[in-house]
């Protein structure tokens, strides 16, 4: 959905198109990139609780390697195609840290900045003595972010945070939630299955619900909470239907879900330089046609680099054994 919002997107910035079957959706029913963090959170919970030994350097080993491999084939397609040549700021994109408003080649490093700073962040509770005090910590970190909101103003939005703000910004309550909620499948012992699917729509109703009529307001502290407690929600009850429902379908969607990282890295720099090809050097008018040739490339280069992603972490992982 990420993928279908941002091709309507970029259709409407290169060529000022608004009326396609990428606009069909309306942007409330879009799976917004922060339920990444959602996940991510979710994720790393369950790493901290099972004692993943040197976390740090393996999650950095996760992100970076395909990364650099996107930053690089970024750089190619733009020389080649727009005889274009990164700025001495491609370094500093490369980091991945907060360094502020500079020329991004995938266009999409914000969440990754969010997500490094994540890492980071909660290193210390993989060593095995302080891995009691994770969730502990988790209840006090969103307690300074609310503090921070409600009691010392500090409720602007960064799509790129400076370092000062990263630790405080509301955006990190998504982090927060999705590891609560690792916590909660773990020791949750109801397994009624209608349950947990009535639980999933209600969350998606009520993110859909609140999106539209939140619409026009800058992102707050009362959206991202709502929205990241609907995600939290969604995937307890996901991982307890997981024994419930084995069907191959379920197993194939598990599989293509390897290839994400690689489609989601590629896929605004995929749409924007194609559509500018097009519509620069041939004068294209964007349309119906033009998106679904975006997407099959996007597809294509993601299941490339995908592959090339599982086999990279692949190695690392037996390397880590």
Not at 21 to 29: D, G, N
Not at 97 to 106: E, Q, R, S
Not at 126 to 139: A, E, H, K, T
Request: include cysteine; charged fraction near 10%.
């Amino acid at each position: 959905m990420v993928v279908y919002l941002h091709i309507g997107v970029y259709m409407t910035l290169v060529n000022n198109v608004g009326n396609s079957l990428f606009h069909a959706i309306p942007e409330s029913f879009m799976c917004k990139a922060f339920i990444f963090f959602s996940i991510s959170g979710f994720i790393m919970g369950f790493l901290i609780d099972i004692g993943y030994r040197n976390f740090l350097l393996r999650r950095a080993l996760r992100v970076y390697p395909t990364f650099l491999i996107a930053c690089f084939v970024a750089v190619v397609l733009r020389y080649v195609l727009f005889q274009q040549l990164p700025t001495s700021d491609i370094f500093l994109a490369a980091s991945l840290l907060p360094v502020g408003f500079i020329d991004y080649p995938l266009k999409i490093e914000w969440t990754l900045i969010y997500e490094v700073s994540y890492y980071i962040i909660i290193t210390p509770f993989s060593f095995p003595r302080l891995r009691r005090y994770f969730v502990p910590f988790l209840f006090v970190w969103a307690a300074v972010i609310f503090i921070a909101y409600y009691a010392s103003g500090i409720t602007t939005f960064y799509v790129l945070p400076p370092w000062k703000r990263l630790f405080i910004s509301f955006v990190n309550i998504y982090f927060i939630t999705g590891a609560l909620a690792y916590y909660a499948a773990k020791h949750l012992r109801f397994d009624w299955w209608p349950v947990f699917v009535a639980a999933i729509a209600a969350s998606a109703a009520t993110t859909v619900y609140t999106s539209e009529i939140w619409k026009l307001e800058p992102y707050n502290m009362k959206q991202l909470l709502t929205w990241s407690l609907c995600s939290a929600v969604t995937l307890v009850s996901l991982i307890k239907l997981e024994s419930h429902f084995k069907a191959p379908w379920v197993k194939a969607i598990g599989q293509w879900g390897d290839y994400a990282y690689a489609v989601y890295l590629t896929h605004a720099l995929i749409v924007g330089v194609f559509f500018s090809w097009l519509v620069y050097r041939f004068g294209w008018q964007l349309d119906n046609r033009s998106g679904l040739l975006a997407l099959a490339l996007i597809l294509l280069v993601g299941y490339g680099l995908g592959r090339l992603d599982a086999a990279i972490h692949g190695y690392l992982k037996r390397k880590f054994a």
